[in-house]
Each structure stands twice: as C-alpha cells, then as structure tokens.
C-alpha cells in the first residue's frame, strides 16, 4: 500500500483525467475492436493471435480473481481514498487487475506483430501506462498489476509463434482453439461445483458465472468461424483505405445490434441466461469471423482501375 499512497500525493485534477482516459484503453471495448479491426483490415493472423491472447488472458484473470477473492485497496485499507472517478468501473474483486490484463494483451500483441519500431513502441508505452494508471487512481494494487502484467506477457510472447506455425500447419490454429475452448469450459464448471464459503460475495461470483458463459461462447464461435473459413470461404482483408472504413463502420454496428438486440430474445428463447449469453456472444463471433466476410470480395472491387 506504501506505493499507493505515495502516488496518491502526487495526484492532480489534471492528472486525474488524463489517467483516467489512459485506464480506458484497458477495457474490453478496445480489445475487442482492435482485435476485428486487425482481424478484418491487417492479417487473418493477426486478429486470430490478438483474439486468442485476450480470450484466454480473461479466462485466467477471471479464474484468479474468483480463486483469490482479494478485495479492492480501499477495502484493505479504509484509510485509503481512490480517485473517485474511477470508482464506478472498479467492480468485482482486486486481483489480478482486468485492465492490465486487458491492455497489455491486446498493446503488447499489436507490438509483437509489427514490423514497425515506432509503432512498437507507442503499443509497449500504451500498455505500461494503462498499467500504472491503474495504481495511480487507486484501484489496484502493485501485486494486481504485477501478475496481470507477467501473464499477460507470457501470452504474447508463447502464442505468437503457435498463430505463426499455424500459417504452414492450419490445424495447429483448431488445436489452440480446441484447448482454449477446453480451458473455457473448465472454468466454467470449476464455478458450479467448486465448494465456495459462505461468505463469498454473491454478486461477484454471479459476474464470473456470466463472464464464464459469454466467453465459452465467444470461444466455441471463434472455432466455428475458423473452421468455415479454412473450408469454405478464405477471405482477403486487402481494400483501399475508405473502403475498409466502411467495411469496419459497417460490419461494427452490426456486432453491436447482434449484441443488445439478441439479449432479450435469446433469454426468452432459451429459457436460461448463462446460455443465452453463450449463444449470443457466439453469433457475434461467428458473424465477425464467418459471415461479414462473405462480403470483402466486394470491398476488395472498390476503388479498383
């Protein structure tokens, strides 16, 4: 906690905001637009590489978190005051940290994959930064950055030359997805019959329940779309630059209307909503990975001499 409160006497208004706006390229909004952008626009390598460090980066954050149950710094230490601009999105237990994880798996791929040095180094500053923006409003911890950040790493640096063998074996790519999927599920199932205390923290163990499903079924159409792909469809990214705006602007708002328009209907459908969830966040994988690239061949003609 020293660290803590020595960043807490350096603390400004102005620097308040401005880390409060770094701490938001941690959320899971931008890991999972960058990670279709580059899936859609740069290399089919990519977005796999990117989509499967984040995916199971949050299996095991969410895995540690429910497995630890270490509260917030404010909890451990009431004495302690956060930046309380922070507080609304700081949910759910303290360690290891989401937006770490978040940031450093999606940062730190992106600066894995370039060949550019410059463009290197802004994603590994990017990540550091969201990493620290994390203590310095409060949030977390030294030990919940720190082993969000190990993790986190170890994923970019292990599964980039599993994504790059793929490219010369394809089925080396349905095995990564088949033990993600695995590892999923067991996450999953530890959350049902795991013996938890009395005194876990209802809403909190209901979070990781939900999360569980969602990404289970993120990961089980992450699997289907790979498999259409290799069999039926082999899709190119290329297309001029305004084109490819289009492309992403579009193929976007429809991920986003699956997403809230599915909800209600699937729960009502389906009866249970650790299932609908499942299924819904699996469509908008499917559609991402499968079914808006039916239409990049048309993409691609535009703009063409």
Partial sequence: MQLLYTLQEIRTPALDAVMQLITRLGEETIFMVAAIVVFWCVSKKGGYYLLSVGFIGTVANQWLKIAFRIPRPWVLDPNFEIVES?????????????????????????????????????????????????MYLGVHTPLDVGVSLVVATVLVLVLWPIVEKAEEKPAVMGWLLLVMLIFSGAFLAFLYVFPFPADVDADNLAHA?????????????????????????????????????????????????IKAGLKAPLIALIGNVGIANAVRYGLMVVFAGAIWPLTFKFWGKLGRK
Avoid at 87 to 115: L, N
């Fill in 86 to 134: 922070a507080r609304e999105a700081a949910t759910g237990y303290s360690f290891p940290s989401g937006h770490t994880q978040s940031a450093v798996g999606t940062f730190g791929g992106m600066a894995r994959m370039t060949k550019d040095k410059w463009l290197r180094w802004v994603c590994i500053a990017i990540a550091l930064l969201v990493s620290f923006s994390r």
């Fill in 209 to 257: 329940v939900e999360n569980a499903w969602k990404l289970t079924g993120a990961i089980g159409g992450m699997l289907i779309a790979w498999w259409a792909d290799r069999k039926f469809i082999r899709f190119e990214v290329k297309a001029v630059w305004w084109a490819q705006l289009l492309k992403v602007a579009l193929g976007l708002a429809v991920v986003v209307g």
